[in-house]
């Protein structure tokens, strides 16, 4: 009872919050829903996932927002009648309490509708610090719903009964929050140990198995088929609960692998390779089907993925691979005119590429003689664009590696490798 002559109730007596689990053990089991989820990616996703990235999602999505008491969106319904029990109540007499009237007095009921934010299910445990006896309520739709009956010829304080429910709801929810507080703050990190303890154990596990001699390959493939590990697969977007942010779980892009792109790098350069060593081969060929040869070289490793004249962005770009409708690898095969020719082939690859393309090639035909003063012009005029960044170790003298800044966004960053295959004219 709120008053001291125990003439008025709270309805749902059954509904006491902070009463129906132990708020420790909840986050305790949050806790293992976030390991839980580490441990059931598929070990490609885990190889891929950037640590920090999917770290902080993990923590975003398995933080426990503790409720805040919206005070300035309190609202009472229009007082509806009612019936209260005042048998037992000494300040009206009856000559039977126990007749209909004394349990079924006129009554006035108000309801109260109390708004707040964060995860209601708080309201369902108690804390470790707590009262004997707790605030009752209705938890429904982001408000906790208390009635108060009282009887006709009584005028009691309202405001002050709501108040006094609000000052003790917010003292469990100072409770709650103690415990919550640290477990949210922690999350990253017990996120971070999860992935790269089994990123560890993944790798220890691989390390014992490639001491054996048998080859690997998937069931089904040919003897002769490359098999790469983690071709072309997508950073784990993992099944999370609420998340406290508005806007909605961070996305995790597509993304090609490091070691993807080096092994995409290393078909081309042996392509390259070859056409320099049989100049008299390509002599003949432009652009178009000198590009078809290594798009063709490439999907001997990754399974027709490369494709020739796909659309993308503002116009065609020479080889593009994509995965679920991403772009994941672009690059653009040019004959060597100039250094005008060469920024603009730079411009042009950004103007194809889009904001999330950042594994980026060139090739250039070089049909002049003199490569070495051909690759210091290059070098030179990559490092004088607007997008350059720094360089980065190319793997061959014939090649340049930079960083380059995305146009229009001082803060993204993508990898250019830029090959100089020389086939002379005169050989």
């Known amino acids: 009872m709120t008053t001291?002559?125990?003439?008025?109730?709270?309805?749902?007596?059954?509904?006491?919050?902070?009463?129906?689990?132990?708020?420790?053990?909840?986050?305790?089991?949050?806790?293992?829903?976030?390991?839980?989820?580490?441990?059931?990616?598929?070990e490609e996703s885990l190889r891929q996932a950037d640590v920090e990235q999917w770290a902080t999602a993990l923590a975003e999505h398995f933080a426990i927002e503790c409720p805040t008491i919206l005070l300035e969106d309190v609202w009472m319904e229009p007082v509806q009648d009612d019936t209260i029990d005042v048998s037992w109540d000494r300040g009206h007499y009856f000559s039977d309490p126990g007749s209909a009237l004394a349990r079924n007095f006129p009554a006035y009921r108000v309801t109260v509708h109390i708004p707040f934010d964060g995860d209601q299910g708080v309201f369902d445990l108690r804390p470790s610090t707590f009262t004997m006896n707790p605030p009752r309520a209705e938890v429904s739709n982001d408000e906790l719903v208390l009635r108060i009956v009282y009887p006709r010829d009584q005028q009691p304080n309202i405001d002050a009964q709501v108040q006094v429910f609000i000052n003790s709801v917010e003292q469990m929810l100072g409770y709650a929050r103690s415990q919550i507080d640290p477990i949210n703050v922690g999350l990253r990190e017990q996120a971070r140990q999860a992935i790269t303890g089994r990123r560890e154990r993944i790798e220890q596990r691989d390390m014992h198995l490639a001491q054996s001699k048998i080859p690997v390959r998937r069931p089904g493939e040919g003897r002769r088929k490359t098999y790469i590990p983690d071709v072309l697969v997508r950073r784990p977007a993992p099944a999370l609960p609420r998340s406290r942010s508005e806007s909605g779980p961070p996305t995790l892009e597509p993304v090609l692998g490091d070691s993807v792109f080096e092994h995409i790098l290393s078909v081309i350069r042996m392509h390259g390779r070859q056409m320099e060593q049989s100049p008299e081969t390509y002599a003949g060929m432009g652009e178009e089907d000198r590009r078809q040869t290594i798009v063709a070289t490439l999907n001997t490793h990754y399974e027709g993925r490369a494709h020739a004249e796909a659309f993308n962005v503002s116009?065609?770009?020479?080889?593009?691979?994509?995965?679920?409708?991403?772009?994941?690898?672009?690059?653009?095969?040019?004959?060597?005119?100039?250094?005008?020719?060469?920024?603009?082939?730079?411009?042009?690859?950004?103007?194809?590429?889009?904001?999330?393309?950042?594994?980026?090639a060139i090739v250039m035909f070089v049909r002049e003689k003199g490569l070495t003063t051909i690759v210091k012009k290059a070098r030179g005029t990559l490092e004088r664009h607007p997008g350059f960044v720094k360089w980065k170790t190319a793997a061959e003298e014939t090649e340049l590696r930079a960083s380059m800044r995305w146009p229009g966004d001082e803060d993204r960053r993508a990898d250019l490798n830029v090959f100089l295959a020389h086939t002379p004219r005169g050989s």
């Open 4 to 42: 001291s002559s125990a003439r008025q109730r709270i309805d749902n007596l059954d509904d006491s919050l902070f009463n129906r689990g132990e708020l420790r053990l909840a986050l305790d089991h949050q806790l293992a829903r976030l390991r839980d989820a580490v441990e059931a990616e598929p």
């Open 315 to 360: 116009g065609k770009t020479d080889i593009l691979i994509r995965h679920e409708g991403r772009n994941l690898f672009i690059c653009e095969c040019k004959f060597w005119t100039g250094q005008e020719g060469f920024t603009a082939t730079i411009d042009q690859i950004f103007g194809y590429a889009g904001w999330r393309d950042t594994k980026l």
